[in-house]
């Protein structure tokens, strides 16, 4: 784990080397004044040594000011280390996230993973810079320290020094109580994120519902989680944090208490007793270090272990001898093909259906039967648990994604247009357009009119998940976005459920225009919208129940026909 951190020092080792010099000469610059005073009340004093005096003195300050700007620099460019490696472990944790597959999603909230890409890797951060400095910083002093002060006097030395590793032996004991709790609050911090994320995304709908108390309830049971997994974090703290301080206390008890000793039993002089108790008072400081180095090791590695549960996550499979069809223009055929989520939820069973180049073929059935996952095994957002979909006779298995899904375009129910403007959304389908591209889609989608009657035009902000537009205009966004990526393939899946018939009918128009001559996959509850299909499939949790057009399947007088004629009876 340690190994796999330090890598990211890599990149910037230049100045994380400088950093530690800079933090190096920084603890040297206060062993100095220590000695400088033994050598006072020693020598210059008795001695009446002004100019050597006056000449330390000015040594002092010019050495302080030094340490000034080695300071600024530890905090400045320490930081900047820090935040550095933030940023590359961010790029790595959400490029990696953007290779996962849709089953990683289902399993994990969005807000969950946010705080995994924020607090977490903030966390970690602190950890890059401050712990190695912390660290080495308090070694220095310590090691350099005890050189100078065996010089004067090594068995006192010893006395004061063995109690350290006493304070060391009890940071350790308390790391693994510290790591469980500070693992708990992540997760908690993780959880009251996702909830929050996800009651602010349906503000609309608990205000449509006036539930806004039973939102707050719902928050406020997970904030008290959240307080009990902090308060966990805090007890074991509290416990490290007073345990530290009367050994910080103790020590410079133990160092008056030998020191005096030993300059009573003549060992030691008034200076070496002064130079004693100085070097014992700058301990303070390294100790603090240490203590804020555990708690920091604890935060940051628990952070770090939750982002390595993620980089550590399989991103979707790539075919290890990638092959692509002659043409997406090509039949796509269900061989034996069957799906299911976990052991306990079967959703197809045994598909065997080819649909031929060109044609359009609509799914209906009762909900839970497996129409929108039929639609999403072909561009491999899934892969069949047995069987194979295949594309120009080739398994999807072995396409490369990137040529698989360029090749197909989606419009779904549930439109999601990222905020910006109406072009950003739009040229989402073809990142390179031109202006005249995006104009011509839209055009197509017969949105253009729509869009220059506003005021800013295809300048317009959209709002968040394009909160400022209809749902008819969002549908048309959506529906320029894949006429300007113009695939060969097309899946509408439940593409106008949400709108009204005067709407359904004006883009039932658009999605005709957007099929022609494309492989088209139609999803729909409204069975009004499928009869011109050229083949109807009716799925069960059973399979195909059913197919063929729909005038066949009004004179077989089977589940569709009774889908049918329940719709238009209560019309």
């Not at 030094?66 to 900047?80: Q, R, V």
């Not at 703290?237 to 103790?250: E, P, R, V, Y």
């Not at 396409?399 to 375009?409: E, H, M, Q, V």
């Not at 083949?535 to 049918?564: C, F, M, W």
């Amino acid at each position: 784990m340690l190994r796999r951190f330090a890598r990211y020092y890599k990149p910037h080792r230049v100045l994380f080397t400088l950093d530690l010099l800079a933090a190096f000469f920084m603890a040297a610059c206060d062993l100095f004044y220590p000695m400088l005073t033994r050598t006072v009340i020693n020598d210059y004093v008795p001695g009446r040594k002004l100019q050597l005096f006056v000449g330390w003195a000015a040594a002092m300050l010019v050495i302080y000011l030094i340490k000034t700007l080695l300071t600024y620099f530890t905090i400045y460019w320490g930081h900047m280390v820090g935040v550095k490696i933030q940023a590359d472990m961010r790029r790595d944790l959400f490029r990696h996230m953007e290779t996962l597959p849709f089953s990683f999603f289902d399993e994990n909230k969005t807000g969950a993973l946010m705080s995994r890409v924020v607090n977490d890797t903030f966390e970690i951060a602190e950890l890059a810079h401050h712990g190695p400095e912390d660290l080495f910083i308090s070694l220095v002093t310590f090691f350099l320290s005890f050189i100078l002060l065996a010089r004067i006097d090594l068995a006192l030395t010893l006395i004061i020094f063995f109690f350290v590793p006493l304070l060391v032996l009890f940071a350790v004991r308390l790391r693994r109580l510290m790591l469980k709790a500070f693992a708990r609050s992540r997760e908690e911090t993780g959880h009251i994120n996702a909830e929050i994320e996800n009651s602010l995304s349906g503000i609309r709908v608990a205000k449509a519902f006036d539930n806004a108390g039973y939102e707050g309830e719902k928050f406020e049971g997970r904030n008290r989680a959240y307080v009990s997994a902090r308060q966990g974090v805090y007890r074991v703290m509290a416990i490290f944090n007073s345990g530290m301080q009367l050994g910080i206390d103790l020590l410079p008890l133990l160092a008056l208490v030998a020191s005096g000793l030993f300059v009573f039993w003549g060992r030691i002089d008034i200076g070496d007793f002064a130079a004693f108790l100085l070097y014992i008072s700058m301990f303070t400081n390294p100790i603090r270090r240490l203590n804020q180095f555990v708690e920091m090791f604890q935060d940051g590695m628990s952070g770090f272990e939750r982002f390595c549960q993620v980089m550590d996550t399989p991103s979707e499979q790539e075919p290890a001898h990638p092959r692509t069809p002659e043409s997406f223009s090509s039949d796509i055929t269900f061989e034996g093909v069957s799906f299911r989520y976990d052991e306990n939820k079967t959703v197809l069973e045994n598909i065997d259906t080819v649909i031929p180049r060109g044609e359009t073929v609509a799914l209906v059935g009762p909900s839970g039967g497996g129409k929108t996952t039929f639609c999403h095994l072909i561009p491999r957002f899934y892969t069949p648990t047995r069987g194979a979909v295949r594309i120009g006779g080739i398994d999807v298995r072995d396409i490369p994604a990137s040529s698989l899904r360029r090749s197909i375009g989606i419009v779904q129910q549930d439109v999601f247009l990222f905020t910006g403007t109406i072009r950003e959304n739009i040229a989402y389908g073809k990142l390179d357009a031109t202006e005249e591209e995006i104009v011509a889609a839209a055009k197509e989608a017969e949105l253009h009119d729509t869009i220059m009657a506003m005021p800013d035009g295809y300048d317009t902000d959209i709002g968040e998940r394009g909160v400022k537009l209809s749902g008819g205009q969002k549908q048309r966004i959506a529906i320029a976005r894949v006429f300007l990526k113009n695939p060969p393939i097309l899946i509408l899946d439940e593409a106008t459920s949400a709108l009204d018939t005067v709407t359904e009918q004006a883009i039932q128009k658009s999605f005709d225009q957007l099929s022609r001559g494309r492989t088209t996959l139609v999803v729909a509850h409204r069975l009004s919208t499928v009869r011109n299909a050229d083949r109807i499939l009716v799925l069960t949790e059973d399979g195909i129940a059913e197919s063929g057009p729909h005038a066949q399947l009004l004179k077989e007088n089977g589940l569709y026909a009774a889908l049918y004629n329940t719709q238009f009876s209560m019309n």
